[in-house]
């Protein structure tokens, strides 16, 4: 029934970053690329209208249908998993470029200490920090090794930034691009935050400072502080995004294609081998066998980790024996924060999606956690990405929430509140993890991925100790009325919190303990690479895409090298 | 989790997670918070309205595509009104067409949730699991709007739209605080979509048929659709600018 077509060197499913990266390279080294994308093509010329909140926002028109897919959620084993209906908070993506479309594009390399934290932990705070449900485990591979393909990353993004922070990684390369424009909003965050003793920096921006090319000859131009930017695609072309980088350099080669409307249902195999991918024409619903000398997983984290359940690759992770690996380690974010409420008007509509200022001084292990109950932290930031009226009512919280006391509220403090918030990192535990569903299926009758998710002890106090830092800061900025957020209670799936899922399909140096090495070559099928923030160990205080970039672009050094040599390339 | 009153979200909605109090913030977290304050409602509806705004006589002039007809109209018209009354800043839900914005939704994907996972099997979640109704967004306004001149009739022997502004809020409370039967789904639900769809219809692009002269905008400050901030962006004067629609893109 399903036609079998001619086979390719590689074949990646989904065309979002990881997709793109890996299409790029291995085009450029002559390998013959097929990309299959579920979604439609686009770019930027399909975004001359984007300056919609309702459409792009509200009803998130870039982003995955979930009448065809979504996931099934828990908070914890006792709880029956019910499906995602409605998006919330994770925004998917898909179409070509992925979420990599209307991302903001702060772009953050993850810490040093991320990529040993469970080593560096116990140098510092000895074994018995976390208590053993927590699932601490080093990457397999440290910062300085992966220094490289950050760089390189960050040259084909032409990424703006400044070299000021003292507590991430060495760079051996400056920024390719200067900072952003530094606002008086952002100058209020620095004044403040430099006066309580802490170190401002801008983050590292995808909005470009500049016009730029990148080594790959694709052109990236300068941002114009719109303020339609997350959750939107650029009209200019001055966001970095697949669309208008790697995609457009692997397709010069001309050894790259993309099949769009192309679901993919399974990997196929032979024994320690990959065979290709099967798909389903979602257009006519016609089946599909593409075959593949490499299979590259690029379809962020959920199907990732799915497509390797349906198909039986890997040992699927059990809470309760602890055994298997495939779905473990699935982490989120907290994003605690303070809101202030000014005198003033201030110019919240104007903004990029990066344009902001951050700092690490209570991230990673910059400070010392021997008297907390926590290890790691959250980046604290402040950005002026552009605040939109309808998602933005900002009232305190003694007033009411609808009626005439609400509209006059709201109104006078849409230009009158800013918001600090942080990003923190997120621990694994025993009890937050990946599965089949065995309810609930997609359009092509394949069942649902279903995540079993909960806030921990190390969250909620992470959350609090944070909390109070974003009050102090506010405090500091000058706002007459500042709240901090509430203390967290259980994850809920409804509010938009970020769209930072990692883990699932770890990394690591030993098979008994993730599920690829650092090639992210997987362990059993040694032409079949796995790449995304599913890779994650354990989330960190920041964005998770640099991270993923990196990853990616060792990945496609490794297809390399496995083409060469064949075998475990690690 | 089998009592089927509790519906699908039974919470103070958003008081969860920790999110700061109306906190929008970039970098792709956080964001999306049409629905309450993070602190969650107190279920207060604010201040007595001064006069009824309806213009009823002008709502008739334009089409209706989902209502079926003038009376529920009505009903939604009156109650998004309390939500968003009109006040010495400007107009309120009515004036800025907000129902017709609601109506026209109502007829298109909005209200067949067309993008959403809608296969059964349906069961009664926890309020972290979100929406689990069977119900289209289309069935549950038609559902409440029924519901709200039902109350309005056995309370207070009028029809709702013929109820002062206090009793209105009343049974608005009352379905906020899920305090109302409603099938399928509870109905706090219905009230937060109402009052979700209230601000967006306030706030929406005017091409939605809402925002009337941009009106929402310009009360609030913000300029709607702009090309560019790039040359005002480091200027410490808040900018008054005369907002724009899409709209004004296409011709
Ligand atoms: C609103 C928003 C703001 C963000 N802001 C930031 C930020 O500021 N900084 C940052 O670092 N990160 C940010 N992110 C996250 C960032 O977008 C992601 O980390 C990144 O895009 C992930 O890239 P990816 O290639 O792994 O996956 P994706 O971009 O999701 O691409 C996966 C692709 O695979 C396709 N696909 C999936 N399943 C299948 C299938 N079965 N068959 C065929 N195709 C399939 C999808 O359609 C999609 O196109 C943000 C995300 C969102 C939603
Ligand atoms: S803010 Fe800048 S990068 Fe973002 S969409 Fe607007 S112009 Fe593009």
Redesign the pocket.
Known sequence: MAKTLDKVDVVT???????GIIAAECAKQGMKVRG????KERGTKNYAMIHDEYRYAIRYELMQDLSRETITFRNNLKMRPLPMRQMGSF?????LG???T??????YRFLPYDFQIKTETEKKYGKNKLSSDYLLQDWGITYDELEPYFDKFEKTIGLSGEDTNPFWGKRTSDFPTPPMKKTPLLKKFEKATKDLGYHPYMVPSANLSEPYENPDGSKINACQYCGFC??FGCEYGAKSSPEVTVVPAALKTGNYDITFH???VEVLKKGNKVTGVR?IDTQTGEEFIQPADVVVL???IM?NAK?LMVSDIGEQYDPNTGKGTLGKNYCYQIEPGATGFFDDQMNVFMGA??LGMTIDDFNGDSFDHSNEGFIHGASISFTQSGTRPILSNPVPSDVPVWGAEFKKASIENYTRSLSVFGQGASMPHKNNYLALDSNYKDRYGVPLLQMTYNFTEQDRNLHKFITDKTVKIMKEMGAKKTEGGNPLTDYDIVPYQS??NTGGTTMGADPNTSVVNNYLQHWDMENLFVV??GNFNHNSGY????T?GALAYRTAEGIQKYREKGGMLA | MDNPKKGTSRRDFLKTSGIAAGALVG??VLGGLVGYNAKGGNGKSGGEQTKDPANKHEMQTRGLMFFQNPEEFNVLSQATERIFPEDDLGPGAIGLGVPYFIDNQLAGNYGSNAKEYMQGPFFNGEATQGYQSRLTRAEIFRQGIALMDEEANKRFKKNFTDLEGGQMDEILTDFQKNQIDMKGVSSEFFFKLLRQATLEGAYADPIYNGNANMEGWKMKGFPGHQMAYINVIEDEKFQVIEPKSISSMQH
Request: aromatic share 8%; charged share 10%.
């Open positions: 499913v989904g065309v979002g970053w990881t997709g299959l994308e579920r979604g925004l998917l993506g898909e179409n992925g979420a990599g209307h991302w903001n594009g702060m772009t997350e959750r192309a679901n993919v798909y690029t379809s962020y199907n497509l999606g990066a769209t930072h995304g923030a964005n998770p895409t640099a993923v | 970098g792709g």
